[in-house]
């Protein structure tokens, strides 16, 4: 069995969610012999393709960007190389410029999209891409969503529910460096040794405004890792409100994000929009046995954290809720490390890689016995006609 992932960017050029789930989907069933490759666009100029632990990472030359969407003209004709030697398309949405060289490209093969997200922001952008997602999401042959929750209060997928499975993230921890003791020595010197975690791409919906919002009054520990569009703003932030105790990290190696996840008291993740369909590190926190907050907010987050079992869940964009829940979980260590504990549980029992690529590898097969049946269906039938065709009596022009 082939396969080919299809998204805007891919690892090693870029290190978000998504990115991620393709490589835990693309490593996992390269293990099951399912012959994986990716496609993703790039601005680095770097070899077309590359070996990525078991797969292919290919790269096709992002030409441009409008609203978070990269465009490229050489990707038509890459994709439709790739397409026609694999037996299954896999799609990541949302990326609108993935839908046009979709159908541009007229390629026939089975397909199924993990739908990572609805589209929140561009809402005027969105009023003209509406159309054309429908048409693409009606024309693939399944769509994955990584949680019950975000399919239940998700209005697009509702459209769909017909041909909607639920996948959810799954993370190898085998895959994750163990941090020497040097490394956790050295942060915990540099951090003191109970501080909050957030791990992350800066980005509007994280709802870390929120998180020094609710700082103000309180001096816990916070520590953030990760880079992104609005690091500056949240920086002036803490300025402006006199915030001694956050620090920002940067992006960091993996021993060194895996050294804080050991390390932390707590995971905290105050995303308040639905753009946050999931929360990959979230989940990194549950797998290293951390309780977490979270804010509901109909997705993923609390499919991961469960309220008052693996952590605390919180009203989305409340400072004054998310305070008194690390306050809670800082006063309360004995709880909280119960929370840890059954949040490891929980994982072990949900959040695998290769539980969750086990299930791609038999929705991949679902799709292949359903199009050979559907041709072989097609074949029988015209065979049928063929034979109904050959009783009938000959026209006395057809013996001249």
Known sequence: ??????????????????????????????????????????TNRMPRTIEMNGYKVNRARMNFQIASTGFSASAFLRFSQLAKKADIIH????????????????????????YHSDIIRQKYLLKLYRPLK???????????????????????????SDKVSIIPIGLDKATYPQPSLEKLQYWRTKLGPKFFLFVGVIRYYKGLHILLEAMQGVD????????????????????????????????????????????????????????????????????????????????????????????????????TALQQAMRYLWEHPTEAAEMGQRAAERYWQHFTADQMAQSYVDLYG???HSRENLHRHYV????????????????????N
């Open 1 to 42: 069995m082939r396969v080919l992932h299809f998204y805007k960017t891919s690892l090693p050029d870029s290190m978000g969610g998504v990115e991620q789930v393709i490589h835990q989907i693309a490593t996992g069933a390269s293990k099951q012999g399912v012959h994986t490759e990716v496609l993703a666009l790039t």
């Open 91 to 114: 799609y990541h949405f949302p990326w609108p410029f993935m839908d046009v060289v979709h159908f541009a490209t007229r390629v026939k093969k089975p397909s199924v999209v993990t």
């Open 134 to 160: 429908r048409k693409f999401l009606a024309s693939v042959d399944r769509i994955v969503t990584t949680s019950p929750n975000y399919l239940k209060t998700s209005n697009v997928l509702e459209k769909f």
């Open 220 to 319: 816990y520990p916070i520590v953030i890792v990760g880079a992104g569009p609005i690091e500056d703003e949240l920086k002036a932030l803490k300025k402006q409100l006199g915030l001694r105790n956050i620090h920002f990290l940067g992006q960091l190696p993996d021993e060194d994000k895996v050294a804080l996840f050991t390390l932390c008291y707590g995971v905290v993740f105050p995303s308040h929009l639905r753009s946050e369909a999931f929360g990959v590190s979230l989940l990194e926190g549950a797998m290293h046995g951390k309780p977490m907050i979270s804010s509901e907010i109909g997705t993923g987050t609390t499919f991961i954290n469960i309220a008052d079992l693996t952590g605390l869940v919180v009203p989305p964009s409340d400072p």
């Open 366 to 368: 679902e799709l292949l």
């Open 380 to 399: 029988d039938q015209t065979l049928a006609r063929c034979g109904d065709l050959s009783a009938l009596p000959h026209r006395a022009s057809d013996n």
